[in-house]
């Protein structure tokens, strides 16, 4: 995958990378075949200017297979990224640290297969998706991972932080 849509900082590092697996354009493939097929059949039995229909149906397929190939999920040390669009490029990045709760699904398809969803709940935001992603429980779990590591970064020990609190306990007692 080419990373001109997305950007670093300091020593930020890709964790995982993938897209949607081509099974997920398959519906608007099958409809543009449909479509297609059709209007070849149509322009056979009935007038040969309904052929044009064919182009329409052709087009359908690409575009559903070209909207799943420019789709793209990106995971980094900082961020979840997700790009998405054939003419106007769609890019979203998360910090790690807006990251509130990740899930995964899978259909009875997406089991038997090995694909699924990643669900990236997101504070004060849009959830994220990563659909028909191969392995969703792992990637999930990776990025479990980094929102675990982000939160070991606090400044202080646990110590310091436990005397915070009894402060701001105290205080509170002294203004009720």
């Keep these: 995958m080419t990373h001109k849509w997305w950007f670093t900082r300091d020593d930020e590092t890709i964790v995982w990378e993938g897209s949607p697996r081509w099974s997920a354009g398959i519906g608007g493939l099958a409809f543009g075949v449909a479509i297609a097929a059709t209007a070849v059949g ?3 039995l009935i007038d ?3 052929a044009v229909g064919a182009v329409v149906g052709i087009g ?3 575009w559903q297979l070209l909207r799943v190939r420019a789709t793209s999920y990106l995971l980094t040390t ?3 990224w997700l790009k998405k669009g054939v003419f106007a490029r769609s890019v979203r990045r998360v910090g ?3 990251v509130q709760n990740t899930a995964s699904s899978q259909s009875l398809s997406g089991s038997l297969f090995g694909y ?3 669900t990236i709940e997101v504070a004060g935001g849009r959830d994220l998706a990563c659909r028909r992603i191969d392995d969703p429980e792992t990637v999930r779990q ?3 991972d980094r929102i675990t590591d ?3 970064e606090l400044p202080g020990t646990r110590k310091q932080w436990q005397a915070v609190l009894t402060t701001v306990r105290d205080i509170k007692k002294a203004v009720e």
């Design 42 to 44: 149509a322009a056979v």
């Design 48 to 50: 040969s200017r309904i």
């Design 60 to 62: 359908i397929a690409g």
């Design 78 to 80: 900082r961020a979840i």
């Design 96 to 98: 790690i640290d807006k």
């Design 116 to 118: 699924g969803t990643v």
């Design 142 to 144: 990776t990025i479990t």
């Design 150 to 152: 982000a939160d070991s």
